[in-house]
């Protein structure tokens, strides 16, 4: 059974910094696409970066130069590294992977206080 396990957000005021992980099991993760989304209320949920199995990366504007995506195949994980939080990236955060079908985390909430 392939699970996808969020962790790490929070509360953290702006300019500040948070460290998402998605703990991956039940597939061979060294294969595939990983991706951070995040949802907030009342928007349609947004692609925020992501990693190739090459480690090749994209962002979204709205997050270039402040956060940074990567992956440890040892752990079976992806990480996502937020700095210069600001309010506007309040949201849940869910962690996706793409391979014969797409698989999504539950989420894990960020706020960030102004």
């Known amino acids: 059974q392939v699970q996808l396990v969020e962790s790490g957000g929070g509360l953290v005021q702006a300019g500040g910094s948070l460290r998402l992980s998605c703990a991956v099991s039940?597939?061979?993760?060294?294969?595939?696409?990983m991706e951070w989304y995040r949802q907030a209320p009342g928007k349609q949920r947004e692609l925020v970066a992501s990693i190739t199995s090459g480690r090749n990366t994209n962002y979204a504007d709205s997050v270039k130069g402040r956060f940074t995506i990567s992956r440890d195949y040892a752990k079976n994980s992806v990480y996502l590294q937020m700095n210069g939080l600001k309010p506007e990236d309040k949201a849940v955060y869910l962690c996706?992977?793409?391979?014969?079908?797409?698989?999504w985390g539950q989420g894990t909430q960020v706020t960030v206080s102004a």
């Open positions: 039940g597939t061979m993760f060294s294969n595939n696409h």
């Open positions: 996706s992977m793409v391979c014969s079908r797409r698989y």
